[in-house]
C-alpha cells in the first residue's frame, strides 16, 4: 500500500474514531446499504478501525448505544458489538483493556435498562449474554 493511501485511512480511521459521534454514526448505518461496493469499503474500514484501537472502536459503539436518538444506529450498533465480542478469531474482548471491559459492562447495563425499544432491549440482552460467557 502506497504511503498516500496509508496516510488517507490513518485520516479515515482517527475522523471516525475521534470525539465527534457523528462520522462513525454515519459508517456504521452506511455499513447496512444495500450496495455490495459502498458496504464492502465501509466493512475494510470498520476492520481497520478495529485492528487499530479496538478500545475505541467498542466504546464509540457503547456510545452509540447510550446517546443516538436514531433508533437503526442504536440497533446496528447493538448487533456489531454483539458480533465483536462473540468468541471466534476475531474476538476483541480478549484484546480490550481492562477498563475498557468494566465500562462496556455498566454501559450495556444501563442501556438495557433505559432502552424504549423492545427490539434494541433483546438485542442489548443478547450481547450482555455473550459477554457474559467470555468472562
Request: glycine share 2%.
Amino acid at each position: 500500500m502506497d504511503p498516500e493511501s496509508t496516510q488517507l485511512q490513518q485520516a479515515l480511521i482517527a475522523s471516525f474514531l475521534g470525539p465527534d459521534p457523528e462520522p462513525f454514526e454515519t459508517l456504521i448505518s452506511h455499513l447496512m446499504s444495500s450496495s455490495n461496493e459502498r458496504r464492502s469499503h465501509l466493512e475494510l474500514l470498520f476492520n481497520l478501525c478495529k485492528q487499530s484501537d479496538p478500545n475505541s472502536l467498542s466504546l464509540k459503539l457503547a456510545q452509540i448505544l447510550q446517546f443516538s436518538p436514531r433508533l437503526e444506529a442504536r440497533a446496528t450498533a447493538a448487533i456489531l458489538l454483539r458480533k465483536q465480542l462473540t468468541r471466534d478469531d476475531s474476538c476483541l474482548w480478549p484484546r480490550l483493556s481492562a477498563s475498557t471491559q468494566s465500562s462496556l459492562k455498566s454501559i450495556l447495563l444501563r442501556c438495557i435498562q433505559r432502552e424504549d425499544a423492545k427490539t434494541i432491549s433483546k438485542k442489548l440482552c443478547d450481547t450482555v449474554a455473550i459477554g457474559y460467557f467470555l468472562q
